[in-house]
């Protein structure tokens, strides 16, 4: 992807490889070759000359198939012109500038920003060493578990079996949904309800308890942020009152910090799952912690975002800077209302709007951001050069 860039600007581009690395290891693909694709290309953007290398490493085990979660680092190594300490404290904001890359005409665009955000919500973190005149090294530093092939193969088949139902000879489970935004109340509880879930919502953590009280649920899905009484305090007063302990709590959270998952199940949630959701996910989840078992479309076709009409990163491209990470912020902080209202506004192209309508129908937030991620890698590697200012000019977006 990045060698036809690198011979361009006659750029040496290494792979190194941990001869203990195993070849699969259990964590989000998209995300992390997102993160590493946002790296490489500001590395080959800022470097003039020399080589980039690309380093996998992981702590030497004996065995690489161990089943214990071990400390990953992925490093990009650039000779480029190096970032002062000054403006390393500015690198992970959306659009920042620092003095190496207004010399060069170019900006960070979204591609660290999110990249952090990435790393954080794979229990990650994202670190960058640099010393001016000689290049820098941005690290990402991640605890993952090393697997068998087979094993992800029969993993990657089942994810991509469409769930149709419960299986039989079930007892009819109830489930609570619990959020102070509507839709994404509706969407959930429609999710659910359409595969054969028993579903009763709440709009805040009040209601939640009371209804709880009255229809006592196997399962509560609790969103963590709401006015009045928290996600925190319903599950802290449930789990109070539910002398049985028969209730699960999963908590629902748009925050990337791993404090927030700690504060979460500290005040007595069973699990964690970080906004925007995905089906298979709430559907893994349930699994587990009910363990209910599901029927599947004999089909090993995976559903498309668009049955019509394929939607690419170039269509993104089209779309302005601020416009791009306006609908990035709202897919992160799972506001359907803000994307449908971006869908709706008279610059929107017709395919991309009818894209983001889907996107809210079949809860597809992580393709989505992946579109968005790649639209923007695309932008960056092809954008005018900036003007002298923090923000892009127009005809740069």
């Known amino acids: 992807m990045f060698q036809p860039a690198a011979k361009e600007k006659g750029i040496r581009l290494e792979v190194v490889r941990s001869p203990h690395l195993p070849q699969i290891i259990f964590g989000d693909r998209l995300k992390l070759r997102q993160v590493l694709i946002n790296l490489l290309s500001n590395a080959i953007k800022f470097t003039v000359a020399g080589k980039i290398t690309l380093s996998a490493a992981d702590a030497a085990t004996d065995t690489t198939d161990s089943p214990k979660a071990q400390l990953f680092t992925f490093s990009v190594t650039d000779t480029g012109a190096g970032i002062s300490e000054v403006d390393q404290s500015r690198l992970f904001e959306a659009f920042g500038q620092t003095e190496s890359g207004l010399a060069a005409h170019q900006g960070t665009g979204l591609g660290l920003a999110i990249s952090t955000e ?9 670190d960058v060493k640099s010393t001016v005149g000689k290049g820098s090294t941005f690290s990402l530093s991640l605890i993952a578990a090393p697997v068998k092939a087979s094993i992800e193969a029969a993993d990657a088949q089942l ?5 149709t139902g419960i299986a039989p000879n079930q007892p009819p489970y109830r489930i609570l949904v619990v959020d102070d935004v509507s839709l994404n109340r509706k969407l959930l509880c429609q999710l659910l309800t359409n595969v054969g879930f028993d579903v009763q919502e709440a709009n805040d953590g009040e209601a939640a308890i009371a209804q709880w009280q009255d229809w006592r649920p196997h399962l509560i899905w609790m969103d963590m942020r709401m006015p009045k009484v928290s996600g925190v305090e319903a599950t802290q007063r449930i789990k109070a009152l539910d002398v049985g302990q028969r209730t699960l709590i999963l908590a629902l959270s748009a925050s ?8 979460a199940i500290a005040s007595g949630c069973d699990d964690f799952v970080r906004k925007p959701i995905q089906a298979s996910e709430i559907f893994e989840k349930m699994a587990q912690h009910l363990g209910v078992r599901y029927l599947y479309e004999d089909t090993d076709e995976a559903l498309s975002l668009l049955d019509d009409e394929p939607i690419t990163p170039e269509m993104f491209t089209r779309t302005t800077a601020a416009w791009r990470y306006a609908l990035t912020q709202a897919v992160l902080d799972l506001d359907d209302e803000a994307i449908l209202q971006m869908a709706a506004l008279p610059e929107t192209e017709e395919a991309i709007a009818t894209a983001l309508q889907k996107c809210v129908q079949n809860i597809a937030y992580k393709k989505l951001l992946q579109l968005l991620q790649e639209a923007e890698a695309v932008s960056s590697s092809t954008s005018s050069p900036l003007c002298n200012c923090s923000k892009r000019c127009r005809n740069a977006s």
């Open 256 to 263: 990337a910090f791993e404090e927030n998952k700690e504060t």
């Open 159 to 163: 994810l991509n079996r469409k769930i």
């Open 118 to 126: 990435y790393a954080q919500i794979m229990g990650g973190q994202l």
